[in-house]
């Protein structure tokens, strides 16, 4: 039985991480590409979709991450699952604290009613979300670590 949670939640986790690295990494630029309404309205259509859908994943991660450790405290890697546990609970703080309030706001612009500095903020934003997919990334690799 442990054997199959220590390979959901690293699958799991490593799907979040995937999709978090893609919004960053492809997404982002995508979207930055098109005409300035254009890609305002597509940041808000993506922090409505992925708004809904993200806190879920994040805190599902965190807590199969828990239970791992929990479940196998006296098995090889319980120190590394620790570990990438407390970072999935970073990952979640930072979301709360820094990403969630920009994008609550992002995700109800129009070209009409959004601020002056939209592009300051979403940048923020990226900003902030480039240092928490590190840290996913650190907590998914010391999961396949605790997995050899």
Known sequence: ???ALEVVTTVIVGLMVGVEFSVA???NRILNALPEDSAQL???HGGRM???LMPFWYMGSL???AIWAV???HHHGAGLVVTAAGLLIVSVVMSML???PINNRNKTWTPDNR???WKQQLNRWGRYHYVRVAVIIAAFTLLVVALT
């Open 1 to 3: 039985m442990l054997n």
């Open 25 to 27: 990494f492809i997404m």
């Open 42 to 44: 597509g940041h808000a």
């Open 50 to 52: 992925l708004g809904a």
């Open 63 to 65: 807590v199969l991450s």
């Open 71 to 73: 479940a196998g405290w």
């Open 98 to 100: 820094l990403l969630v």
């Open 115 to 117: 601020p002056a500095d």
